[in-house]
């Protein structure tokens, strides 16, 4: 149990152009998910939480116009990168937790490996 | 601030070591949970284990074992006898109990690497 699925596991696209991710929770509902970002050799640093039928909640420093999410139903969210740029390109990971209490443990997805030329 | 501190970056041993993976935390929370995720070379973070502030037992799963102590703030991993297939990325993870939103602290990792 507690399976969560992220695609495309990896993608590459043209400067300027938006990409569009999904975090999905298999076999549970979850009110909260959360999205992370990664570069290499380094640790997951949280971009913002996703609540079911609210905006998310973005951490400091990261663009909310840039980094556009929907949390549209208990078992999906997507992160679409706007305009993307070679800087964005990274290790995207999303987390579900489950619904019982927003303190449970999170599972995490397969991760989206973003290259953008 | 809540913060976790992993200090070791990079551990090498040969395989049927016995390995102990530091985890250090802060918090001024009462109440608090402590997670240990492994992220092999293909990404996914795994689930190993979560650990509530209130419960200091030490737990042993299979190799696993941690060692939860709250008077050092420390969050120990050991894994016994390791094996090749144990060489990934460790995360030592904080959440704060008390504000519920779940948001996880993560410290940088270890990379644990096990040679045959």
């Known amino acids: 149990g507690a399976v969560v699925s992220q695609h495309p596991s990896w993608v590459i696209c043209k400067s300027g152009t938006s990409v569009k991710i999904e975090c999905r929770s298999l076999d549970f509902q979850a009110t909260t998910m959360f999205w992370y970002r990664q570069f290499p050799k380094q640790s997951l640093m949280l971009m913002a939480t996703s609540n079911e039928g609210s905006k998310a909640t973005y951490e400091q420093g990261v663009e909310k116009d840039k980094f556009l999410i929907n949390h549209a139903s208990l078992t999906l969210s997507t992160l679409t990168v706007t305009s993307a740029h070679p800087e964005d390109s990274s290790f995207y990971i999303c987390s579900a937790g489950e619904v019982k209490a927003s303190t449970d443990t999170q599972y995490f997805g397969p991760g989206t490996r973003l290259t953008v030329l | 601030a809540q913060k976790v501190t992993q200090a070791q970056t990079e551990i090498s041993v040969v395989e049927k070591e016995d390995v102990t993976l530091d985890c250090v935390y802060e918090?001024?929370?009462?109440?608090?949970?402590l997670f240990w995720y492994k992220q092999p070379p293909s990404g996914e973070l795994v689930f190993l284990i979560r650990r509530n502030s209130f419960d200091e037992q030490n737990e042993i799963s299979g190799r696993y074992s941690w060692n939860f102590q709250k008077s050092t703030s420390s969050f120990n991993f050991t894994i016994t006898a390791s094996q090749v297939v144990d060489s990934a990325v460790y995360f030592c993870?904080?959440?704060?109990?008390?504000?519920?939103?779940?948001?996880?602290?993560f410290g940088q990792g270890t990379t644990l690497q096990v040679k045959p």
């Open positions: 918090t001024r929370d009462t109440t608090y949970y």
């Open positions: 993870a904080l959440s704060d109990g008390s504000s519920n939103t779940g948001k996880l602290i």
